[in-house]
């Protein structure tokens, strides 16, 4: 089972940019699809985006196409989330999550196994 950390996250201003990092240990990192969620005070988590094992296939919410882009270097054993054009209602914290190949939706939350602890993003307006 892999673990992972996220790092990059902090205060940024409406239309910013930020840059979230998952970093991964374990040999088997290449064949686990990876995902991003966040979860804003008061609210339930929510899918934001991922990305297959493979780094063929990249899948996102609707509200962040566009602004945000999922990519993974299986050689670093990372996965990075760019944030652009960020809006107030992208403030949660985020979370990254890795799985084993599976046919589970992406973003079904229960079908990840390894969870980081999670990493504030503020934006301010």
């Known amino acids: 089972q892999v673990q992972v950390i996220e790092s990059g996250g902090g205060l940024v201003q409406a239309g910013g940019s930020l840059r979230l990092s998952c970093a991964a240990s374990?040999?088997?990192?290449?064949?686990?699809?990876v995902a991003w969620f966040r979860q804003a005070l008061g609210k339930e988590r929510e899918f934001v985006a991922a990305?297959?094992?493979?780094?063929?296939?990249?899948i996102y919410t609707e509200s962040v196409k566009g602004r945000f882009t999922i990519s993974r270097n299986n050689a670093k054993n990372t996965v990075t989330l760019q944030l652009t054009n960020v809006k107030p209602e992208d403030t949660a914290v985020y979370y990254c999550a890795a799985r084993r190949q599976t046919m589970a939706a992406v973003g079904n939350g229960l079908s990840y196994d390894s969870w980081g602890q999670g990493i504030q993003v503020t934006v301010s307006s």
């Open positions: 990305i297959r094992w493979s780094g063929g296939s990249t």
């Open positions: 374990g040999r088997t990192f290449s064949t686990h699809d």
